[in-house]
């Protein structure tokens, strides 16, 4: 897949996970189990686009009003625009890289509109999260509501704790001792070319370092590891 046909999927996705009830990542497999042309390497990238979009939403929305680079029929912010403001504020993107991205070329998403082209050239070089008038419920990524419970519980940690909540959270898995050995385990999972590292605190568990697909590893499929809390 080019950059641009990234970029479309990942459009895409989200659209998808807007309409859908379901988990953002089951949403996520189901779209490339139809699409097997897909290579590993693009997976991963659209996936991560995805989940930084959804990680950043509240402050790419604010930028997107701030700018009023939105159509005037709508005040709701499409994934287009988000994946537009994403480029500019997180990845630097100049508004031409933009425009180069959304080329209307096979797989790409289509050109952009005038206000979309504002939108670009609005945000180009602006910081994604440091801004004198962003409400910290923006900043830090968690509903305007939950505000005053939040500081109650948190005090003047809430700043850490909600920039902690709003990683990635790591996969830790577990041997499942019933089906196989530590050695086992770990002899599958490297012969499937997954990222991990041991756990520190139990002999028992692996750490995974990518975004591997659990359901298309034949340690997990078998059995041999389970799904686990940190360890």
Same mark, same amino acid.
């Given at each position: 897949m080019t950059p641009g046909a990234r970029i479309a999927a990942a459009i895409d996705c989200l659209d998808a996970i807007a309409k859908e009830v379901r988990p953002a990542d089951a949403?996520?497999?189901?779209?490339? &189990?139809? &699409? &097997?042309y897909a290579g590993s390497k693009d997976r991963k990238?659209?996936?991560a686009r995805v989940y930084d979009v959804l990680r950043r939403r509240a402050r790419l929305d604010w930028w997107c009003a701030r700018t009023g680079a939105t159509p005037s029929d709508s005040s709701r912010v499409e994934n287009r625009s988000r994946l537009i403001a994403d480029l500019a504020l997180s990845d630097k993107e100049t508004p031409t890289g933009i425009s180069a991205l959304f080329s209307g070329n096979r797989h790409c998403p289509p050109p952009l509109s005038s206000y979309e082209m504002d939108l670009a050239q609005a945000l180009a070089g602006r910081p994604l999260s440091h801004h004198s008038d962003m409400p910290d419920a923006v900043r830090l990524e968690y509903p305007e509501w939950l505000d005053a419970g939040l500081r109650s519980v948190f005090g003047p940690d809430l700043e850490p704790e909600m920039i902690a909540l709003n990683q990635q959270a790591p996969v830790d898995l577990r041997t499942n001792t019933v089906k196989a050995t530590w050695e086992e385990a770990n002899a599958s999972l490297e012969a499937a070319l997954v990222e991990f590292e041991p756990t520190s605190l139990s002999p028992l568990g692996f750490r995974l370092s990518g975004h591997a697909r659990l359901g298309g590893l034949p340690a997990y499929r078998d059995g041999l590891v389970e799904i686990q809390g940190h360890l």
């Open positions: 949403v996520l497999e189901s779209y490339f &189990r139809k &699409r &097997r990238a659209v996936q």
